[in-house]
């Protein structure tokens, strides 16, 4: 089901590994040209052109583009007590985990009279985009909203694929948790056209443009996300969830398996890894996915992602080894099930969240562990972080010099500007010592 890549007996260079991680086969770059198209189009027709795109890719017309207060209000008190509880219960516990991520304001004093201020300033306004296509995300609606409010951003716009099956109306229970959260402003709206909106905002249906788009999506969506990138600030280019588990003998293989299976029921193109110093441990993880994907609901798509090349069973030697492929392959969800979980922890670098320890599934940070869900796919965690408060936070410098303390750095302005052939630069300190 796996497909193995055995690293025994070698030591690849980081460039050497990079080579060898596994990825779906996706490119957002074949994707440009269409999501551009449909940009332009919002751009040029605002809400007919969102409407048409509905009819073409969701199958269904939207009764309203922009969701009316009533519709909002009516699938908040809609909600089934067990999954208005969990709404709940998840808002509290990111909005506390959200709160730590808010930098405190610094200040730093140079010199008499010569002080830096760093001030952290949330963007007022953001685009929040939530998937509709092969599972319903409230919770995606959460880790979206929630960070943003912690932040302070003032102005929050939410889009949601319109729903065939419930008469072209974004999905009731994401219409629910929006409602929860104070969110007022929702659209009926999916894909790159949803972006475009966004960006570039629709007059017609009262939509501003915003100057952050957040949240994950398809392909289309990605590619959206670059043409627009310039226009906005984007939070990053999702593609298919990964998952990446290192684990050695003493792990359990049954945990091991649901969560590879966890993360491969979202789609055919989820990457599922196991890293393991363990052969024989590696056998039963292999037992286990047999018979656990053939006795759940989504099966065969996770048997398409299990056998893609994007997933696979890593041999290593060890667990130095392991630390160094994960590390290369950067995953969204890093899960580390072994004896001295600290000595791996302390060298793995690139990762979107890492789960650590048996009763840390991946499946508890997609809802209730407090953590962010939206995180850096398709090895972006090399570079990348995940969603938080921060993401909608811009760090400023305020500088407050009095005349005494530019007095005493003149004299470097002078020297740095007539070096750099800017002597206009130092003329602008030196003009306010004229009289001297």
């Known amino acids: 089901m796996l497909r193995t890549i055995d690293l025994r007996g070698t030591r690849p260079s980081t460039s050497e590994l990079l080579a060898l991680v596994p990825r779906a086969a996706t490119d957002v770059s074949a994707a440009l040209g269409p999501a551009r198209a449909l940009i332009d189009d919002v751009r040029e027709r605002g809400e007919a052109a969102l409407v048409e795109q509905a009819e073409r890719f969701d199958r269904v017309t939207p009764p309203s583009v922009r969701v009316p207060a009533a519709e ?54 953001v685009g929040l985009y ?36 419930h008469g072209g109306r974004v999905h009731p229970t994401i219409a629910g948790a929006a409602a929860l959260l104070g969110i007022t402003e929702v659209y009926a709206m999916g894909g790159a056209g949803a972006i475009g909106a966004f960006a570039h905002g629709v007059p017609g249906l009262g939509l501003e443009p915003v100057q952050l788009v957040t949240g994950p999506g398809n392909v289309y969506v990605a590619a959206a996300k670059r043409v627009v990138q310039g226009v906005t600030g984007i939070d990053a280019e999702a593609g298919p ?56 609901k989504h099966g065969d798509r996770i048997h398409q992602a299990l056998s893609g090349a994007q997933s696979a069973l890593v ?50 940070g997609d809802y209730a562990a407090g953590s962010n869900h939206v995180l850096p796919t398709g090895g972006q965690a090399r570079f990348a972080a995940g969603l938080s408060a921060a993401t909608f936070l811009r760090p400023q410098q305020v500088v407050r010099y009095d005349e005494q303390a530019l007095r005493e750095v003149a004299p470097v302005i002078a020297a740095l500007s007539n070096e750099e052939d800017l002597p206009a630069h130092g003329e602008a300190v030196t003009a306010r010592f004229r009289a001297e």
């Open 241 to 296: 969830t990964d998952i990446l588990v290192i684990a050695d003998a003493a792990a359990d293989a049954d945990f091991v398996a649901a969560d590879l299976i966890s993360q491969a029921e979202h789609d055919e193109l989820a990457a599922a890894v196991l890293v393991t110093d363990s052969p024989e441990f590696a056998e039963r993880v292999l037992e286990r996915l047999a018979t656990r994907s053939t006795a759940t």
């Open 72 to 125: 909002l209000a009516a699938a908040r008190d809609g909600l089934a007590p067990e999954i208005r509880d969990a709404i709940e219960r998840t808002i509290e516990r990111v909005r506390a985990a959200s709160a730590a991520q808010v930098p405190a304001p610094q200040r730093t004093v140079l010199g008499a009279g010569a002080v830096i201020e760093q001030r952290w300033q949330p963007v007022g306004r």
């Open 130 to 165: 939530v998937p509709g296509g092969k599972a319903v995300y409230p919770s995606s609606v959460v880790m979206n909203v929630v960070p943003a409010q912690v932040a302070g951003v003032g102005s929050i716009a939410l889009a949601s694929p319109p729903q065939a099956e």
């Open 315 to 364: 041999h290593v030697d060890d667990l130095e080894q392991a630390a160094a492929f994960a590390n290369a392959f950067g995953p969204e969800h890093l899960e580390i099930q072994v004896r001295d979980v600290d000595a791996v922890l302390a060298r793995i670098e690139n990762a979107g969240a890492i789960f650590v320890g048996p009763y840390s599934p991946v499946s508890l």
